[in-house]
């Protein structure tokens, strides 16, 4: 899903635009404004969410939808087809920064910036990275850090998106989860397991 996301001022998101800390190294936009267009059900969905630290996530506090052609209505049937969680999930790499190194100097980069994949929150070689047998500890649960983080961050199930980035079962998945919590690395972020409200 494409999306354009723009600070809450309206400016184009940037890593410089993450100002707020989560985890242990991990710098979020403490809002944003994204917008997606569906061609094929003729709107255009916009959203704003905000970083509310208490519910470590982004919560849309408002969502607007405009018809785009003249045969289509903003209507019920219109609106059951906006799937306002997918464009979070969407979004929310974009407002993601991370570091790819230990010095002060280092450049922030959006976890989008880091993958080119869509629908991947890492590069392949991040991932191979951390699930070679002996992998430095560290290294391992910082890039855990930044899946739980970006998957929590957006209402995504982050322990299965764990598993899923690092093509590990899921039991590996929540142990690593469990010791980066243990570390302090998921401090500002979590996960309400449960159904969503929309769906």
Same mark, same amino acid.
């Given at each position: 899903?494409?999306?354009?996301?723009?600070?809450?001022?309206?400016?184009?998101?940037?890593?410089?635009?993450?100002?707020?800390r989560?985890?242990s190294?991990?710098?979020?936009a403490?809002?944003?404004?994204?917008?997606?267009?569906?061609?094929?059900?003729?709107?255009?969905?916009?959203?704003?969410?905000?970083?509310i630290?208490?519910?470590?996530?982004?919560?849309?506090r408002a969502?607007s939808?405009?018809?785009?052609?003249d045969?289509?209505?903003?209507?019920?049937d219109?609106?059951?087809?906006?799937?306002?969680?997918r464009?979070?999930?969407?979004?929310?790499?974009?407002?993601?920064?991370?570091?790819?190194?230990?010095?002060? /100097? !280092?450049?922030?980069?959006? $976890? =989008?910036?880091?993958?080119? &994949?869509?629908? %991947?929150?890492?590069?392949? *070689?991040?991932?191979?990275?951390?699930?070679?047998?002996?992998?430095?500890?560290?290294?391992?649960?910082?890039?855990?850090?930044?899946?739980?983080?970006?998957?929590?961050?957006?209402? /995504? !199930?982050?322990?299965?998106? $764990? =598993?899923?980035?690092?093509? &590990?079962?899921? %039991?590996?998945?929540?142990? *690593?989860?469990?010791?980066?919590?243990?570390?302090?690395?998921l401090?500002?972020?979590?996960?309400?397991?449960g159904?969503?409200?929309?769906?």
């Amino acid at each position: 899903m494409k999306v354009d996301v723009k600070t809450l001022e309206g400016a184009p998101m940037t890593a410089d635009a993450t100002s707020e800390r989560v985890g242990s190294a991990l710098r979020i936009a403490p809002g944003f404004i994204a917008t997606h267009v569906s061609e094929d059900g003729g709107v255009q969905t916009t959203i704003e969410a905000h970083y509310i630290r208490i519910q470590g996530r982004y919560v849309v506090r408002a969502t607007s939808v405009r018809a785009l052609y003249d045969d289509v209505e903003a209507n019920g049937d219109t609106l059951r087809q906006v799937n306002v969680q997918r464009i979070v999930q969407a979004a929310a790499p974009q407002c993601i920064a991370l570091t790819l190194s230990d010095e002060p /100097s !280092a450049q922030w980069l959006t $976890v =989008a910036e880091i993958s080119s &994949v869509e629908g %991947r929150l890492i590069p392949q *070689w991040m991932a191979d990275e951390a699930v070679k047998r002996g992998r430095n500890n560290d290294s391992r649960m910082d890039i855990v850090e930044i899946v739980y983080g970006a998957a929590a961050l957006s209402a /995504s !199930a982050p322990i299965k998106a $764990v =598993a899923r980035e690092l093509r &590990v079962p899921h %039991r590996t998945a929540a142990v *690593w989860v469990g010791r980066a919590r243990d570390e302090g690395r998921l401090e500002g972020m979590s996960y309400i397991v449960g159904r969503q409200a929309d769906g």
